[in-house]
């Protein structure tokens, strides 16, 4: 088992960068793919980034590509999630969770622990 605890969320404006983190307990880290989710108020949760094992791989939502990076520390047992050029949309709780099949998925059935979630909210 693993436990999640996400950390670095917060206000920023429209245009800002804000780097959220996920720590992670037990020594079976590496041995999890990780992801990035997130929920906004009245919607559905949604796949955001993921990341393999090693961090050699990662898979984005379209709507992320170029501005969010997903890495990982697997000695510190970390994964990140980097957001440039925030949106007032990209307001949400972001959570961080952790699987551990081969292939990097963006259903969130195929991740068996999840972190509280940290608030991002994106001022216009």
């Known amino acids: 088992q693993v436990q999640l605890v996400e950390s670095g969320g917060g206000l920023v404006q429209a245009g800002g960068s804000l780097r959220v983190s996920c720590a992670a307990s037990?020594?079976?880290?590496?041995?999890?793919?990780m992801g990035w989710f997130r929920q906004a108020p009245g919607k559905e949760r949604e796949f955001v980034a993921s990341i393999s094992r090693s961090g050699g791989n990662t898979y984005y939502a379209d709507f992320v590509k170029g501005r969010f990076t997903i890495s990982r520390d697997n000695a510190k047992y970390a994964v990140f999630l980097q957001m440039n050029t925030l949106k007032p949309e990209d307001t949400a709780v972001y959570s961080c969770?952790?699987?551990?099949?081969?292939?990097?998925?963006?259903?969130?059935?195929?991740?068996?622990?999840w972190g509280q979630g940290t608030q991002v909210t994106v001022s216009s």
């Open positions: 037990g020594r079976t880290f590496g041995s999890y793919a």
């Open positions: 969770a952790a699987s551990s099949r081969f292939t990097l998925s963006g259903d969130p059935s195929h991740y068996a622990y």
